[in-house]
């Protein structure tokens, strides 16, 4: 390990995934250890485990305050480019009923703590990400945006999870460009002072934000955004002229505005919307729809006849609206879909409705080349019929990628595998299970 050239070395410091490992190298190695001034990120994760023997009486007075790790490491190190604390994933879990604790040894954006540190590298730090612990963070407002707009001018992504924040002295970042905020309470006016002080994001991440009513994202620069929507807003607006790629997942919006003409990807799930403001999407192909109403919302979202790659997601029952929703329908709405994948939900609607059709339909079924289809087979002749019907009208079909659900009795799953084979044997048939709450996977003797 001593024969290493220092440059390699310090690149392996820094690729470490937790700092503690760190620390660990540099009792294993002197050349580690000499060289470990030199690393430039620190990644520090509070586990249970620590957390644990933080609070019992027999173990807390020996271990080190997690906050005092962080400042120290800090105090070592020439240049810091990159700081990632937070808690471990199984303590998110936790509720402030399920466990008092004012301490605030894990409120880690607490203000007067984060002004302890981050003067010492703000000047060379282009990464900050902070994971709050609820437990202690949710009844303390927090004004970290402030000393980090303030004093991080070249910073260049920032990540806030678990915390409850103010912005007040929030300052202009220009140099900000990828924004994350993950179960965070906010409210409008601060969301809006965001839209102003990060001009220049063009990654946006808003997971589970709460305290929003009426929610506007306005940024001419972004180009990538995922935002969860809680149950209580009223109404969600984005515009964003340069926005590419976009997953919106809401509940029932009174009034849904999307202004976003550059939009490529669009994935979209929500239940109802009662007014919609959406402006055609002239480039928009990959399109993923998850909603108990589909047919309405193909019907009145002018998504475009550019689309070429379509998923209908589960989200209600065969015999609900989508039961009217056939292939007509479909192929009316996008013509230029080459690439169809339908869930259970979808894929037993579409069963009960594929009859009859007429040679227009069938003319633009034509231009299908690949199908992911998620079936149940509640019934064998009426699951063939439909496959057989797919097969015979989308001439250019060249991959036919099915999912029966693990529960289906061995010889049916046999018999529909091998006589769909023997039906279209120049088609690229791969065949796998799938299982609510399990991971989907591939049969390797039948593909």
């Not at 103010?166 to 409008?188: A, Q």
């Not at 589909?294 to 019907?299: A, D, N, R, Y």
Request: net charge negative.
């Amino acid at each position: 390990m001593d024969d290493l050239p220092p440059p390699l070395i310090v690149d392996i410091l820094n690729r470490l995934n937790d700092s503690a490992d760190i620390a660990r190298c540099r009792v294993a190695s002197s050349i580690f250890n000499s060289l470990f001034r030199e690393v430039r990120s620190i990644n520090l994760c509070c586990s249970v485990e620590r957390y644990a023997k933080s609070r019992w009486p027999l173990s807390r007075d020996s271990i080190t305050p997690f906050k005092s790790i962080l400042k120290s490491l800090i105090s070592e190190l020439r240049v810091v480019e990159s700081v990632s604390i937070g808690v471990e994933r199984p303590l998110h879990t936790l509720s402030y009923d399920d466990i008092e604790d004012e301490n605030d040894d894990l409120y880690l954006t607490d203000d007067n703590f984060v002004n302890e540190w981050l003067p010492r590298v703000a000047d060379g730090l282009k990464l900050l990400s902070i994971s709050d612990f609820w437990v202690q963070s949710c009844w303390r407002r927090s004004n970290v945006l402030s000393p980090v707009s303030s004093q991080c001018n070249n910073l260049v992504e920032l990540a806030i999870k678990n915390a409850w924040l103010s912005v007040d002295g929030l300052n202009p970042m220009p140099k900000l460009m990828n924004l994350t905020l993950e179960y965070i309470r906010l409210d409008d006016e601060d969301l809006n002072k965001m839209n102003q002080c990060f001009p220049s994001l063009r990654v946006l991440n808003l997971i589970g934000v709460g305290g929003l009513k009426d929610p506007k994202v306005h940024l001419l620069h972004l180009e990538k955004c995922k935002w969860t929507v809680s149950n209580a807003v009223y109404s969600i607006t984005i515009i964003a002229p340069n926005l590419v790629e976009l997953k919106l997942i809401c509940v029932r919006p009174r009034t849904l505005m999307i202004e976003t003409p550059s939009l490529f990807d669009l994935h979209l799930s929500l239940e109802k919307a009662d007014n919609f403001k959406v402006q055609e999407f002239h480039k928009l192909t990959n399109l993923q729809l998850e909603s108990p109403n589909v047919q309405e919302l193909i019907h009145k979202i002018p998504f475009g006849k550019t689309i070429k790659n379509l998923k209908l997601v589960s989200r209600g029952s065969a015999d609900s609206e989508l039961s009217k929703f056939g292939f007509g329908s479909l192929f009316g709405v996008f013509p230029n879909i080459s690439s169809l994948t339908l869930t259970p939900w979808a894929w037993s609607a579409l069963e009960m409705s594929i009859w009859p059709e007429d040679s227009g339909v069938r003319s633009q079924m034509r231009g299908l080349k690949e199908i992911t289809a998620y079936i149940e087979v509640h019934d064998f002749e009426t699951t063939l019929s439909c496959i057989f019907f797919i097969l015979e009208n989308c001439t250019n079909l060249s991959d036919m990628n099915v999912f029966i659900h693990r529960d289906v009795v061995f010889h049916v799953t046999s018999s529909l595998i091998s006589r769909c084979m023997v039906h279209s044997p120049k088609v690229k048939w791969r065949w796998g299970i799938w299982k609510e709450g399990t991971r989907d996977s591939w049969l390797p003797h039948c593909n």
